[in-house]
């Protein structure tokens, strides 16, 4: 198909023609072992922009100055926007799952995630998996080699 035909062709985004997303399993820790002693991963499903947006209104903090604290305006608290991502993002384990929540004695489902992956790196880990999950981690390059393929 010749690009002329294709920059005229909108069928392609149409929603019957959109791919859906997938799960993606990955691991996070290798700590976590099944009875076989293999490392458990995680599955991760992306988001939709909604629900990210959402998120994103759920994190913004009011900014105030001066001694009366007026209300000059807001600010996104960046770290719990990424985890609220990753808590959304992640199927399993469920770190909303009232079983966790009662095991590391935490209801905030980021403290639980803090908590079981309370080595710095696998936090970090299972952070960076779900940006990337959810496209934030696509650069201009990553899309053009995917459109040549």
Known sequence: MELSQVVDDLSF????????????????????KDKEGKVIPFRFKAISTARVEEIEKMC?????????????????NQARYMA???VETTLYPNF??????????QQ???EVAKKMLHV???????????????????????????AKN
Do not use: Q
Request: aromatic share 8%; proline share 5%; no cysteine.
């Open 60 to 76: 913004m903090e009011p900014v105030y100055t001066g001694s009366r604290k007026k209300k000059v305006g807001e600010r996104l």
């Open 108 to 110: 905030d489902p980021i």
């Open 96 to 105: 909303r799952s009232a079983e966790l929540r009662k095991a590391y004695k």
């Open 13 to 32: 985004f149409l929603p019957e023609n959109v791919e859906e997303t997938e799960e993606v399993v990955r691991p996070v820790s290798r700590r976590f």
């Open 84 to 86: 609220l991502i990753a």
């Open 120 to 146: 710095a790196g696998e936090y970090a880990e299972w952070l960076h998996a779900a940006n990337e999950i959810n496209g934030f981690d696509d650069t201009l390059e990553d899309l053009e080699e995917a």
